[in-house]
Protein backbone atom coordinates (compact mmCIF):
# COMPACT_ATOMS: atom_id res chain seq x y z
CA UNK A 1 0.00 0.00 0.00
CA UNK A 2 1.22 3.51 -0.85
CA UNK A 3 1.50 6.55 1.59
CA UNK A 4 -1.24 8.06 -0.35
CA UNK A 5 -3.12 5.21 0.37
CA UNK A 6 -2.91 5.10 4.28
CA UNK A 7 -3.81 8.65 3.92
CA UNK A 8 -6.90 7.51 2.32
CA UNK A 9 -7.66 5.42 5.60
CA UNK A 10 -8.52 8.18 9.13
CA UNK A 11 -8.21 6.58 12.45
CA UNK A 12 -9.27 7.37 15.92
CA UNK A 13 -7.27 6.04 18.84
CA UNK A 14 -8.79 4.85 22.09
CA UNK A 15 -6.74 6.03 25.59
CA UNK A 16 -6.13 2.36 26.06
CA UNK A 17 -3.77 2.02 22.53
CA UNK A 18 -0.36 2.09 23.61
CA UNK A 19 1.04 5.66 22.51
CA UNK A 20 4.33 3.92 20.56
CA UNK A 21 1.68 2.27 18.43
CA UNK A 22 0.09 5.11 17.27
CA UNK A 23 3.65 7.01 17.20
CA UNK A 24 4.94 4.22 15.08
CA UNK A 25 1.79 3.99 12.95
CA UNK A 26 1.95 8.21 12.19
CA UNK A 27 5.68 7.43 11.24
CA UNK A 28 4.52 4.97 8.67
CA UNK A 29 2.21 7.66 7.19
CA UNK A 30 -0.85 6.89 9.17
CA UNK A 31 -3.55 9.38 9.75
CA UNK A 32 -4.13 8.52 13.55
CA UNK A 33 -5.32 10.72 16.24
CA UNK A 34 -6.26 10.44 19.48
CA UNK A 35 -9.55 12.74 21.94
CA UNK A 36 -8.88 13.40 25.46
CA UNK A 37 -8.66 10.88 27.73
CA UNK A 38 -11.95 11.45 29.74
CA UNK A 39 -14.45 11.28 26.95
CA UNK A 40 -16.92 8.17 27.19
CA UNK A 41 -17.59 5.61 25.07
CA UNK A 42 -20.49 7.11 23.43
CA UNK A 43 -18.42 9.78 23.08
CA UNK A 44 -15.56 8.38 20.99
CA UNK A 45 -18.49 6.30 18.61
CA UNK A 46 -19.69 9.54 18.15
CA UNK A 47 -16.55 11.20 16.55
CA UNK A 48 -15.89 7.80 14.73
CA UNK A 49 -18.78 8.33 12.76
CA UNK A 50 -19.02 11.98 12.33
CA UNK A 51 -15.74 12.09 11.57
CA UNK A 52 -15.49 8.71 9.21
CA UNK A 53 -11.86 7.49 11.47
CA UNK A 54 -12.03 4.05 12.28
CA UNK A 55 -11.61 3.14 16.09
CA UNK A 56 -8.47 1.92 17.32
CA UNK A 57 -9.01 -0.15 20.82
CA UNK A 58 -8.36 -2.84 23.22
CA UNK A 59 -12.07 -2.14 25.06
CA UNK A 60 -14.34 -5.30 24.44
CA UNK A 61 -17.40 -2.82 24.54
CA UNK A 62 -17.04 -1.52 21.11
CA UNK A 63 -17.22 -5.49 19.72
CA UNK A 64 -20.66 -5.46 20.76
CA UNK A 65 -23.30 -4.66 18.71
CA UNK A 66 -26.20 -3.58 20.24
CA UNK A 67 -24.13 -1.50 22.32
CA UNK A 68 -22.22 0.16 19.48
CA UNK A 69 -24.18 -0.54 16.02
CA UNK A 70 -23.47 0.71 12.69
CA UNK A 71 -25.95 4.15 13.26
CA UNK A 72 -23.06 4.69 15.82
CA UNK A 73 -19.93 3.63 15.04
CA UNK A 74 -17.88 4.31 11.48
CA UNK A 75 -15.60 0.71 12.03
CA UNK A 76 -14.04 -0.39 14.86
CA UNK A 77 -10.30 -2.56 14.91
CA UNK A 78 -10.33 -4.18 18.09
CA UNK A 79 -6.67 -5.39 18.91
CA UNK A 80 -6.29 -8.85 20.64
CA UNK A 81 -2.53 -8.61 20.89
CA UNK A 82 -1.30 -7.87 24.65
CA UNK A 83 -0.16 -4.46 25.31
CA UNK A 84 3.47 -5.91 25.89
CA UNK A 85 3.98 -7.15 22.38
CA UNK A 86 4.51 -3.65 20.77
CA UNK A 87 6.94 -5.43 17.99
CA UNK A 88 3.78 -8.02 17.06
CA UNK A 89 1.35 -5.36 17.55
CA UNK A 90 3.04 -2.88 14.66
CA UNK A 91 3.86 -5.56 12.33
CA UNK A 92 0.31 -7.04 12.48
CA UNK A 93 -1.55 -3.74 12.12
CA UNK A 94 0.47 -2.68 9.18
CA UNK A 95 0.52 -5.80 7.45
CA UNK A 96 -3.16 -5.42 7.94
CA UNK A 97 -3.04 -2.01 6.12
CA UNK A 98 -0.81 -2.98 3.39
CA UNK A 99 -2.91 -6.62 2.53
CA UNK A 100 -7.05 -4.79 2.68
CA UNK A 101 -7.94 -1.83 0.60
CA UNK A 102 -8.94 0.99 2.81
CA UNK A 103 -12.67 1.05 1.48
CA UNK A 104 -13.26 -2.85 3.28
CA UNK A 105 -12.99 -1.23 6.66
CA UNK A 106 -15.69 0.48 6.76
CA UNK A 107 -19.03 -0.38 8.61
CA UNK A 108 -16.87 -3.45 9.96
CA UNK A 109 -15.59 -4.49 13.17
CA UNK A 110 -11.97 -5.78 12.41
CA UNK A 111 -10.65 -8.19 15.03
CA UNK A 112 -6.82 -8.50 14.79
CA UNK A 113 -4.79 -11.00 16.67
CA UNK A 114 -1.48 -11.84 16.40
CA UNK A 115 -1.22 -14.34 13.67
CA UNK A 116 -4.67 -13.21 12.00
CA UNK A 117 -7.69 -10.88 11.91
CA UNK A 118 -11.37 -11.71 11.49
CA UNK A 119 -13.85 -9.18 9.75
CA UNK A 120 -17.63 -8.47 10.71
CA UNK A 121 -20.10 -6.23 9.40
CA UNK A 122 -21.07 -4.03 12.29
CA UNK A 123 -24.81 -4.59 12.53
CA UNK A 124 -27.55 -1.91 12.47
CA UNK A 125 -30.44 -1.35 14.48
CA UNK A 126 -33.28 -3.14 11.96
CA UNK A 127 -30.66 -6.15 11.69
CA UNK A 128 -29.93 -6.68 15.18
CA UNK A 129 -33.74 -6.55 15.79
CA UNK A 130 -34.50 -8.79 12.81
CA UNK A 131 -31.77 -11.33 14.20
CA UNK A 132 -33.16 -11.55 17.57
CA UNK A 133 -35.21 -14.74 17.40
CA UNK A 134 -31.75 -16.50 15.81
CA UNK A 135 -29.92 -18.36 18.36
CA UNK A 136 -26.56 -17.89 16.17
CA UNK A 137 -25.74 -15.12 13.55
CA UNK A 138 -23.41 -15.66 10.80
CA UNK A 139 -21.46 -12.31 9.90
CA UNK A 140 -19.89 -11.70 6.72
Avoid: C
Avoid at 62 to 70: G, H, I, L, Q, T
Avoid at 80 to 91: G, M, T
Avoid at 102 to 116: A, D, W
Wanted: proline residues 4%; without cysteine.
Amino acid sequence: MSNSAFHSIKFLSDENIDARLVKSLKKQGVDIISKPKELSNDKLAEFSKSEQRVLVTNDADFADFWSYPKEKIFSVFWLRIPQDKLELSIKSFSKLLKEHPPNKFEGNLITLFEERFEMQHILSKSELKLSKGFKAITLV
